[in-house]
């Protein structure tokens, strides 16, 4: 089994930056893709971006390319999302997930098999 749990969420005005974290714990993640997913009130949960096992892939979804920056760090078990340039519409509740999946890519379709609590993210106008 794997454990997650995010953290760094928090409320922040347009225009400024947070970085999310998700620590892991009882696997190591080496093998791992992760990705970080949100939900806004009255929305269904989207893909926010997604990184390969070994760092070589990452994806984004359009409305968060150039602002968001996923990262990994496997010896410290960890994923994190800088988010830069916040926008109202970034509030939600942004949720980490892992799956084995020991491939150099990783599509922003996979499903996942592990999923934090999630930590709320509220951009102010």
């Known amino acids: 089994q794997v454990q997650l749990v995010e953290s760094g969420g928090g409320l922040v005005q347009a225009g400024g930056s947070l970085r999310l974290s998700c620590a892991a714990s009882?696997?190591?993640?080496?093998?791992?893709?992760m990705g970080w997913f949100r939900q806004a009130p009255g929305k269904e949960r989207e893909v926010v971006s997604a990184?390969?096992?070994?760092?070589?892939?990452?994806n984004y979804a359009d409305s968060v390319k150039g602002r968001f920056t996923i990262s990994r760090d496997n010896p410290k078990n960890a994923v994190y999302l800088q988010m830069n340039s916040l926008k109202p519409e970034d509030t939600a509740v942004y949720y980490c997930a892992a799956r084995p999946w020991p491939l150099a890519t990783v599509p922003p379709t996979i499903n996942y098999n592990y999923w934090g609590q999630g930590t709320q993210v509220t951009v102010s106008s």
């Open positions: 990184i390969s096992w070994n760092r070589g892939s990452t």
């Open positions: 009882g696997r190591a993640l080496s093998s791992y893709a």
